[in-house]
C-alpha cells in the first residue's frame, strides 16, 4: 500500500499543472457544495426563526370540557351543555408541572400564562384585544419582547400593561399613559401603559395586551392555575421527540409547532430538496471530472502499467496505485474547496445579524466534513473504472507502443 | 540434472479464421542453467513471440512450458505475476524506464512491488548494481537525464535486482551506438560468468551474438539451428 500510494504520488506531481487543474475543478464543485449548504441551511433557519422563533415551540393547553348531554331513563334530550367562547378550564397543577418540564432535555424556557380575549378601552375608543398574562421575570420567554421594545420596558408589574406599536397608534396612546381592559367575562381594570413593542407581525401589534400574571388572575377570575403553559427548545426540530417526551412524563396535551404547519414545512422540505438536488449536481461534476482525467492518464501511462506488469506488479497493485490517485485527487480538491467555502463565507453576516436584502448565509451549516468525505468517496468511485481499464492493459501490447 | 527451461512443441497463433497467423509452429528449445545464449533469425521468424511467452507475458495456443520444474501454461495470471517478479528479468530494446522514477528508483522496483515498500535493504541492492553498471554517480538521477547506454544499463540492473536465474533481452543493444552496445554486451557477460545467471538474448547483430556462448537460430516459427 505504501508504495502504491509513493507512486500515485509521483504521477500526480509528475504532471502539476494538470493535477493542479483536476483538484481545482473538484475544489470547485467541493466550493458549490458547501456554499449551497450553507446558503440551504441558513435560509432554512432564517425563515424559521421569522415564522416560529418566536412562538412556543410545545403548547399545553387546558382542554375545555367536552359538549355533555343528560338522557333520561326513556330516552329523552334533558339537557344539553355546549362548549362556550369563554375559557374556563385551567391547568390547575401548572406549578407541579412546570419544574419537570423545565427539567427536559432540551426546554430552554417554559411560560406559563393566562391568555383570553378583552376589550380596551381609552376614553371614548375601544379596541378588540388578545390578553396574554406572563409571570414577571419571564416576560421574553417566548417572543423575545425585550428585544422589540420600541418604548419603555418589557418588564411587566402590577397594574402595567405592555401593547404593539400599532394599537398604540390606533388609540393614541403613549407612556405613562392609563387605560382601561375589560376581560371578556365582565372583570375590568386600570393599567398604566409601561411599554410598547414592535414585532413587525400586524396581528400580534394590533391586537396584543401583554400582563402580569396576577393581573390576568383578576381579571379571567383565576385564582389558581394557568390556561397554557408555553415551552421554547433549543432546537426546534425536536420539538416532535420533546412533545412526546413531556407528555409522557406528565400525562398532559404537549403539541408540537410541527402541529398545524403542514404547508410550513412542505416548503421547507421542498426547499431542503432543491439544495440536495443542487449537492448532488455538483457531486456527480466531481465525479466524471476525475474519472475522465483519470481515464486519460490511464491510456498515457499504458507502456509504464505494461513495464510495472512485466517486472511483477499484479492487477491488484494497478487498481490500487489509480484509486490511490482518485482519493488522493479527491481529499486535495475536498480541503481546498470547504476551505475557499469557508473563506468566501465568511464576510456573510452571522445567523443572528440576517437583515432583509442579505443573502442568509450560515457558515455553521457549510457542511465541511460531509463535503470531504463525499468527495473522497466520489472520487474514489470515479477512479474505480479507469483503475480496473489499467489493470487490465496488455503488457505485451503496452510495452510495444 | 534438470534444464533451467524447457518449452516442447510451442504454437503461438495471433487472430482466428482467415486471418489466423501462425508464428511459432511446434518449437522446442532447452535452456540450461547458467548458459549465456544469443537468439538468432530475421524479423517476423517468432524470437519476439518466444521470449514473451518465456517471460510468461503471454501464453502459447499449444505445447509445454516450463521453468525451475513449474508448469507455467497451467498456471493463472497471479501465479506467474508472483512468479515473473521472482525468477525473470526483462531488458528491453527501448529500455522502457518508468519515466518518473530516479536510476534507483527504478532498480529497487522490482523488489518494492513486491514486499510492498522501498526497504533499506532493496536500496543498498540497487545501489550496489548501479555502481557494477558504472552508474554510482548517477544513482538519484530522473532517467530522462540519462544517456541511452546510461538507460539501457539501469534496465538490466533493473532485470537483475531480483536475483532471477533467467534474464530475457529483446535487442537489448538495437537502439545503441557500437561503444554503448559492447559496454552493456560486456556487463552482461560479466553477470553470467560471475553469478551464473542465464541469459537469453534475441539479436541481429552477429557481433553480439559472437559474444555468446550459444546461439539458437530460429527461422519460421521453429529452431533451425
Redesign the interface.
Known amino acids: 500500500m505504501l508504495y502504491a500510494l509513493k507512486i500515485a504520488i509521483r504521477y500526480l506531481t509528475a504532471s502539476k499543472a494538470q493535477t493542479a487543474l483536476l483538484v481545482l475543478g473538484v475544489a470547485v464543485g467541493v466550493f458549490i457544495f458547501v456554499f449551497m449548504s450553507a446558503l440551504i441551511g441558513g435560509l432554512a433557519d432564517f425563515i424559521l426563526s421569522r415564522t416560529v422563533g418566536d412562538i412556543s415551540h410545545v403548547t399545553i393547553k387546558a382542554e375545555d370540557a367536552e359538549p355533555a348531554i343528560l338522557i333520561s331513563p326513556e330516552g329523552h334530550v334533558l339537557a344539553v351543555t355546549e362548549k362556550g367562547r369563554m375559557r374556563t378550564a385551567t391547568l390547575a397543577e401548572a406549578a407541579t408541572w412546570i419544574p419537570l418540564i423545565e427539567a427536559v432535555r432540551g426546554v430552554v424556557a417554559v411560560s406559563p400564562q393566562i391568555t383570553g380575549a378583552g376589550f380596551l378601552t381609552r376614553g371614548a375608543q375601544v379596541a378588540q384585544v388578545s390578553v396574554t398574562g406572563l409571570e414577571p421575570g419571564r416576560e421574553s420567554a417566548i417572543l423575545n419582547l425585550d428585544g422589540y421594545m420600541v418604548e419603555g420596558a418589557a418588564r411587566l408589574g402590577s397594574g402595567l400593561v405592555v401593547l404593539g406599536q400599532r394599537l398604540a397608534d390606533d388609540l393614541s396612546l403613549g407612556l405613562g399613559q392609563t387605560l382601561r381592559l375589560q376581560s371578556s367575562g365582565g372583570v375590568s381594570t386600570m393599567l398604566t401603559l409601561s411599554g410598547i413593542f414592535q414585532t413587525g407581525n400586524g396581528m400580534i401589534d394590533s391586537s396584543s395586551v401583554f400582563v402580569s400574571l396576577p393581573t390576568a388572575r383578576t381579571l379571567f377570575a383565576m385564582p389558581q392555575g394557568v390556561t397554557r403553559i408555553e415551552i421554547k427548545l433549543a432546537d426546534l426540530n425536536a420539538a416532535d421527540a420533546t412533545a412526546l417526551r413531556i407528555r409522557g412524563l406528565t400525562g398532559l396535551d404537549a403539541v408540537p409547532w410541527t402541529d398545524g404547519a403542514e404547508q410550513l414545512k412542505e416548503a421547507l422540505n421542498a426547499q431542503a430538496q432543491t439544495g440536495y438536488f443542487l449537492k448532488s449536481f455538483a457531486l456527480i461534476t466531481i465525479v466524471i471530472g476525475v474519472a475522465s482525467a483519470l481515464l486519460l492518464s490511464t491510456y498515457r501511462r499504458r507502456p509504464e502499467i505494461g513495464i510495472m506488469r512485466a517486472m511483477g506488479a499484479g492487477r491488484g497493485f494497478v487498481v490500487v496505485v489509480f484509486v490511490t490517485q482518485g482519493a488522493l485527487i479527491g481529499l486535495l480538491g475536498g480541503l481546498m474547496g470547504a476551505g475557499l467555502g469557508y473563506l468566501a463565507l465568511l464576510p456573510f453576516p452571522s445567523r443572528e445579524a440576517f437583515r432583509p436584502g442579505t443573502l442568509p448565509m450560515d457558515i455553521t451549516q457549510g457542511s465541511y466534513g460531509l463535503a470531504i468525505t463525499l468527495t473522497v468517496l466520489g472520487a474514489i468511485l470515479a477512479s474505480i473504472l479507469p483503475a480496473r481499464a489499467a489493470a487490465r492493459v496488455d503488457p505485451v501490447t503496452a510495452i510495444s507502443q | 540434472m534438470s534444464a533451467l527451461v524447457e518449452v516442447e512443441g510451442l504454437v503461438k497463433t495471433f487472430g482466428s479464421g482467415e486471418a489466423a497467423t501462425r508464428v511459432l509452429r511446434g518449437l522446442s528449445l532447452t535452456l540450461q542453467g547458467g548458459e549465456l545464449t544469443a537468439l538468432l533469425g530475421p524479423s517476423g521468424s517468432g524470437k519476439s513471440t518466444l521470449l ?1 511467452i518465456l ?1 510468461t ?2 501464453k502459447p495456443t499449444a505445447g509445454s512450458h516450463s521453468m525451475l520444474g513449474t508448469d507455467l501454461v497451467a498456471a493463472d ?2 501465479a506467474l ?2 512468479f ?3 525468477h525473470i528479468g ?1 531488458v ?1 530494446q527501448f529500455h ?6 530516479t536510476a534507483l528508483e527504478n532498480v529497487a ?2 523488489t ?7 526497504t533499506a535493504a532493496a536500496r543498498t541492492r540497487g545501489r550496489e548494481l548501479l555502481a557494477r553498471m558504472g552508474l554510482a554517480e548517477r544513482i538519484d538521477f530522473p532517467t530522462a537525464n540519462l544517456s541511452g547506454g546510461q538507460k539501457q544499463r539501469v534496465a538490466v540492473a ?1 532485470a537483475l535486482m ?1 536475483r532471477p536465474e533467467l534474464v530475457l533481452a529483446d535487442e537489448p543493444t538495437g537502439n545503441l551506438d557500437r561503444a554503448a552496445a559492447m559496454q552493456v554486451m560486456a556487463l552482461i557477460s560479466e553477470i553470467n560468468r560471475d553469478e551464473g545467471t542465464t541469459f537469453l538474448i534475441s539479436t541481429h547483430d552477429e557481433k553480439i551474438a559472437s559474444l555468446c556462448r550459444r546461439q539458437v537460430v530460429v527461422g519460421d516459427g521453429v529452431v533451425t539451428g
Open positions: 514473451t517471460g507475458l503471454m495470471d497471479r505475476t508472483l515473473r517478479n521472482l526483462f528491453f522502457n524506464l518508468l519515466p518518473d522514477f522496483f522490482p518494492a512491488v513486491r514486499e510492498g515498500r522501498e533493473r531480483n
